[in-house]
């Protein structure tokens, strides 16, 4: 099975029954994890809430069988979540607030800078539904210096 990590963060988990630990970074997916795994997680102090809020497992039947009711954003990726951003109503882009995965409204809170979200009523949404401060951070970004790549000289001269 496929395994998304979709928060705005490091997530790490191990299951030391079965010698595993496993690191996935920002937006980095996994393939082929085995089921057995998946299981393991689960029954692990943490672990539900792990594939509950910040990571996806990208299989319906076993989401279902061992989560049980998943919000419908639960297996959004990230074209679907900064559509939604872009060009959802108001309404439903306050109704995947409420209900989304914690890992989705990580992403809806970076993308909102990153993109730059222009709706300020979808920004006020995401201020009063987290507390994160869509125009700080860009004011914040935009004062910041952008990095400049100094050119190597080569060592190697030509004749």
């Known amino acids: 099975m496929n395994v998304l990590n979709r928060s ?15 690191v996935f970074e920002i937006g980095e997916e996994k393939t082929n994890i085995n089921e057995e795994e998946l299981n393991a997680l689960v029954q692990t102090d943490g672990g539900r809430t792990l594939l509950n809020e910040y990571l996806m497992v990208d299989d319906p039947n076993w989401v279902d069988e061992h ?6 954003e639960y297996f959004w990726r990230f074209p679907e979540i900064k559509s939604c951003m872009l060009f959802d109503t108001e ?10 995965p914690e890992g ?4 809806i809170k ?3 800078y990153e993109t730059p979200l222009a709706d300020l009523n ?14 700080a951070a860009l004011e914040l970004n935009k004062d910041r210096p952008k990095p400049v790549q100094e050119k190597k000289e080569r060592l190697r001269k030509k004749v």
């Open 67 to 72: 989560l049980g009711e998943v919000p419908i």
């Open 8 to 22: 705005d963060d490091v997530v790490v988990y191990a299951i030391p029954e079965q010698n595993i630990r496993r």
């Open 91 to 100: 309404e439903l882009f306050k109704d995947t607030l409420e209900f989304a």
């Open 104 to 107: 989705v409204i990580d992403v």
């Open 110 to 112: 970076r993308l909102a």
């Open 122 to 135: 979808k920004i006020k949404a995401i201020y009063e539904r987290t507390g994160f401060d869509v125009q």
